[in-house]
């Protein structure tokens, strides 16, 4: 889920509201500290701004100051924001309401995105128009032939549906590349491409299919459910829209600087107590706004610089940024709104999900914190000065009413109110809630600006839902899905094992530069039914290939994120890329522990089918046990790849521990039991032979 208006807001209020705030003034020394460190806030800005463009393509978009045309665009974002909100409780049939959320969404695509990073932002070019008109006419078709279409032709495609189709088509192929960049769309026209050609003589014989005309391809793309207008689209209007719009409104009123103060007043004192901010404020946000890339941007413009200052370097406040924003994308209870697409994939409850990722988010988080905290300590890097920070009583004073929103998501959603209405009533019951004191009210004006901001943010996922329709379009034509899963499991030879590594693979260069969302529905259309062969659960096969497509922004070599860590803190971006791996290595383990053991999924399928939608608790003592063991193996991992617990340890018992902590994590008691007796042997022995930390060693 972009978040860009919501990351510029938050960045200013780094900079600039935190400043302005009297009751929590102690933050404003800081911040301008940190400001005085690395050039004045405008320069800061404008150096976070372009490195968010040289990583990010969507934050490339025009900025007309003035005019009719501005206000032409903002009146469509807010009618735009409004149509989902009203489609919200007066539905339309699915496959109207998706051709105007991608037809008049691409056609806003147009206007606000450039064609490359050297046309104008200052005007909209008159090819653009003609871009918008050719936007909108595919909408303009379907809405005006929608009956004929599904009673007399029963979805199969005249010449005239095809011309729309392939209009439409060349459209989001466009559209996508100017917000997302090139990846899908190349991704997607080579799946395009596939149907004309996969029945000719060259073609393996695995990939060969029945011959395809004009009428099956782009009738399958446009005029069903199963092409641009698939499940990804139709998630994308039903609930991602509406739980973007809810971030826009949360950071019209101050979320942003909340969970930023909130971060400072709880960690920033502690030992390397900046870095645990990054950690706590970016999962926070990330968890949101599920934009790896804006939320590495936004926050790490504030942390990055706080890092550096008391002692870490360059590389590894880069690294911990990339890590922890990452993260948000699998921390309950929104995950980027990446739960809500999985739920409407598999078929599973929302609150079975955000269960399910529960620990493990906690374990990925609670990694890179163990190796922030023992690197501070083997460094002896301090916290910030305590009378420099907010106090936890100020900081929910001025804003802490603005939590209950969350607050009263989550219990929406736990009483199964249906997805779109628990995003609509929070997003009023936010206007409300802000009302409370003066730091956080919502106006008129803000109220409107959030709704325009919540449609410019939707463009990219839209976008990409869109493009990746493309995908699913063909993959549900033809054999490619088939012939993909097939593949991994034949290489994968009957082993689980080996059939997971090539998964995890799989699913990371299918998600190697791409956003969350796209990401995971790819790899759950390619990879994740390569897993049910071996009685995986549903819910389990899913979140694997989950992760591993999420983790992709930080595995080297493409690992944006990373990248865009390494431009704000100015280390390495390889190196960077590599610490970041490290610090995540938690999650690169995680997945794989559950999938042996479902139990640290708070799941039980013992003797349900691999598609079940219900799952009963495992037995208390068994979640007790698997939390407790694999808690103390993050944390011992953490301290063998840091080299330190309360002393320096030698690359031997690093080894050793490292052995004990994974034995731990893995969900079993024999190997628990194992696992535990190694890691207190060491423990007990480092403390007693603990020396001083050896400060002039590089961090």
Known sequence: MNSQVMDQSSTSAQTSDIRSDNK??????????????????????????????????????????????????????????????????????????????????????????????????????????????????????LIYEYQDIVTSRGGMANQTDIIFSIITVICVLEGSRRITGWILPILASIFLAYPFVSHLDFMPERLLTRPYDMGDIFGQLFLKTEGLYSVAIGASVTFIFLFILFGAFLARSGMGQLFNDLALALAGDKKGGPAKVAVISSGFMGSINGSALSNVVSTGAFTIPLMKKVGYKKDFAGAVEASASVGGQILPPIMGASAFIMAETTGLPYSTIALAALLPAVLYYLGVIAQVHFRAGRRDLKGIAKENLPAVKEVLKARGHMLLPIVFLIYLLIKNVPVGYAAAYTIGFTVAISMIRKETRMGVADILGALEDGARQSLAVMAACAVVGVIIGVVSLTSFGTVMTSSIVTLGAGSLFLTLILTMLASMVLGMGLPSIPAYIITATMAAPALAGFDIPILSAHMFVFYFGIFANITPPVCLAAFAGAGISGGDPMKTGFLSLKLALAGFIVPFMFIYSPTMLMIDPTGLAVTAKDFPLPPILDIVTVVLTSVTGVIALGAALEGYFRGAMNPLIRGVLAVGALLLIYPELTTGLIGGIIVLIIAVWNIKTAEKPTPTLTV
């Open 24 to 141: 929590l003034g102690s933050t404003a020394h800081l911040s301008e500290q940190s400001d005085s460190a690395n050039g004045s806030a405008t320069d800061t800005e404008a150096h976070n701004k372009a490195i968010l463009e040289k990583y990010d393509r969507e934050s490339i978009t025009r900025n007309i100051t003035q005019g009719p045309v501005k206000y032409f665009i903002a009146i469509v974002c807010i009618l735009y924001s409004i149509f989902h909100l009203y489609i919200t409780f007066n539905p339309m049939p699915a496959l109207l309401q998706r051709s105007v959320h991608v037809g008049v969404g691409f056609a806003l695509i147009f206007l606000i995105f450039p064609a490359s990073k050297t046309s104008s932002r200052k005007k909209v070019a008159w090819y653009d128009w003609i871009w918008f008109l050719l936007s909108l006419s595919g909408m303009a078709y």
